[in-house]
């Protein structure tokens, strides 16, 4: 109902705006309804903020264009440009002072302080928040915004490591959200202050703030609030030595974890259960529940690798593109530079022609020996270009896992997660070493000395299914794996056919759509071991099948996930099936997905 009525008065705002019939308090109006909270609607900001500018310059309103500056902001600190946003939320405060609005300079300031304690920058924060926290007319101020300023200067404070500077800054929050009968305000901030009064052994004031949180959430349904007072709560039982009590308080606060699905809740009330055991002496429990509190830490830290790898990956295709715009711009410039020496030797030639027949023809022929070796050398660049990008297209994932395992590393404290980290990067460069190895032989014209062995076709499935699950389930991707053949080992090299099938699967989940699944097939039919990768995906049109195994071709369908696509995949997969005496075809429809088929002579 609230977005609805925010909807109405935008559109009256664009409308009487185009009327010229638009008033201050109807911007007023607007500004009052703005959902500056929604993330979902950061992608329209630029278009709100653009009609506040109009209506600013139109009604020569400046607190239009300070709430403008304000949106951009919101823009800029939604997309993780922090940056960008400070320095529209500071153009808002220096806007909002022309004009002498105090509550609008405090919404400016609350902004500011927002980025500031999110990137640490303590030593700006604090100044602005002191400026109305120490003001003798503090009466007059926007109460609601002045708790919250006391509030964000605790969290200030206790970060400096000055605990009871920030006792003193969350109880003048507390006293202000109890004058204004804000019991959800009154919730949050009992919680920061009884964790702050655990932590300097005031137990008997903590259990009270607990307490009386847990009696205002008993019919509230934000459960995360309640896990966060139960460990309080527990926390502040433990240091009164009522153990009974607490590891019953720490039993729901686990249960509530696991039902909240969030880790890291359950890591941290399993730590907490440990040191409780600890501090009755009963060791043995607090061993294991230690030992399991790691083991979860070690999976988060797992995840929260997983995730920078992926950020890592995307700056690296980001950086990727740009050279290869760099690498456009040149040879552009190189062409025009061409067209120039062309017209040069043309001019040159008309005049020895005038000269003589004899000069005019030496000079013809002395040209065509340029062109010819502006050709070789323009081939020989080419190839040069393609092996880079054979080599970019495929040393990413050895390079990516390689960094994974360098991060479990770091953080690894078992011995045997050491060795395993130690074992996985040597076999990850191993796999890189032979890889550069097949690359230079594939860019030849033939390979003569393919490593034949017998190749264990479960276990080959089993390393591929391994290698692309965790890709899968960042788009809700099922694999599945069917084995139809009886035959179990091949001969065939191993390397070059795990590259083949490794480029078809990556493919399939590219353009695969979330929730959706992968099919990993093998049977044989006709004296032929057959691979099937089917997808259930956005397909491939009949014009771009016929261009789908060139190398660099320009498709018309795109990853689904906003992944990166070369055009070099595919020509490696025919390129390696070709050289292992096999077939590769495809079998595709709009809108219904597509299945590669990767036929080789059944031997072995």
């Known amino acids: 109902m609230k977005t609805n009525y925010f909807i109405i008065v935008f559109l009256s705002l664009v409308h009487l705006s185009a009327l010229g019939q638009l008033t201050p308090q109807q911007v007023d109006e607007w500004i009052a309804t703005w959902p ?30 300070a709430y403008a500056l304000k949106i951009k902001g919101l823009h800029c600190d939604f997309n993780n440009n922090t940056s960008e946003a400070t320095k529209y939320y500071l153009a808002f405060l220096k806007k909002a002072r022309t004009y002498n609005s105090t509550a609008d300079e405090m919404s400016a300031v609350a902004d500011l302080v927002y980025v500031y304690i999110l990137t640490n ?8 928040l002191l400026g109305y926290t120490n003001r003798t007319d503090k009466n007059t101020l926007n109460q609601k915004k002045l708790s919250a300023f006391y509030n964000n200067l605790g969290v200030i ?37 009884s964790s702050l009064l655990v932590n300097q052994q005031r137990y008997t004031e903590a259990l009270k703030l607990t307490e009386q949180n847990l009696e205002y959430l008993k019919d509230k349904e934000n459960k995360a609030d309640i896990w966060y007072n139960l460990v309080n709560k527990a926390a502040a039982l433990d240091g009164l030595k009522r153990y009974y009590e607490c590891f019953f308080y720490l039993n729901e606060a686990l249960t509530l974890a696991k039902e909240l699905k969030l880790e890291n809740l359950e890591q941290q009330t399993i730590e907490q259960l440990s040191s409780t055991y600890a501090n009755q002496k009963n060791y043995a429990n607090a061993f294991e529940y230690l030992r399991k509190s790691n083991d979860l830490k070690a999976k988060l830290i797992n995840k929260q690798t997983n995730e920078k790898i992926a950020e890592l990956q995307e700056q690296h295709n980001a950086e990727e593109r740009e050279r290869q715009n760099q690498l456009l711009n040149a040879q552009l410039e190189a062409q025009k530079n061409k067209q120039r020496a062309y017209v040069i030797g043309l001019i040159g030639l008309m005049i020895v022609a005038g000269i003589s027949v004899f000069s005019y023809l030496k000079n013809v022929k ?7 070796q502006n050709q070789k050398l323009n ?26 395992w360098a991060n479990v590393v770091n953080h690894a404290s078992k011995k045997e997660d050491l060795l395993e980290a130690k074992e996985m990067i040597l076999n990850t460069a191993s796999f890189g070493l032979n890889t550069i190895k097949k690359i230079l032989t594939i860019d030849k014209n033939e390979i003569n000395d393919l490593n034949l062995q017998e190749v264990d076709i479960a276990q080959l499935l089993k390393t591929l299914y391994e290698r692309f699950r965790t890709e899968a389930d960042r788009k809700f991707i099922v694999l599945k794996i069917k084995v139809l053949q009886h035959k179990e080992i091949i001969l065939t090299d191993k390397n070059l056919l795990e590259r083949a099938l490794q480029n078809l699967i990556s493919n399939a989940i590219k353009f695969s759509n979330p929730n959706t699944e992968v099919w990993i097939r093998v049977c044989e039919k006709d004296q032929e071991l057959i691979f099937e990768i089917k997808d259930f995906g956005i397909g491939i049109s009949q014009l771009d099948q016929r261009k789908l195994f060139e190398r660099y071709s320009e498709l018309d369908n795109k990853p689904t996930g906003g992944e990166s696509s070369n055009g070099l995949g595919l020509s490696i997969v025919k390129r390696i099936t070709e050289e292992l005496g096999g077939t590769i075809n495809v079998q595709s429809e709009l809108g219904k997905g597509s299945t590669f088929s990767l036929a080789l002579k059944s031997i072995g």
């Open 379 to 404: 081939e020989l660049n080419t190839e040069k270009n393609q092996l880079m990008a054979f080599v970019s297209h495929d040393l990413g994932s050895p390079f990516t896992a390689i960094k994974m």
């Open 157 to 193: 404070y206790r970060k400096e490591g000055k605990e009871d500077s920030a006792i003193v800054a969350y109880k003048a929050s507390l006293a202000i959200k109890e004058r204004l009968k804000d019991s959800k305000g009154l919730a949050d901030l009992r919680i920061n202050l």
């Open 36 to 65: 500056y909270n929604d993330a979902a609607k950061r992608d329209s900001m630029p278009i709100w903020s653009e009609q506040l500018m109009k209506a600013a310059q139109t009604l020569h309103y400046p607190r239009a264009e």
């Open 366 to 372: 002395k040209n065509n020996f340029i062109v010819a």
């Open 121 to 128: 920058q303590l030593d700006k924060a604090k100044p602005l």
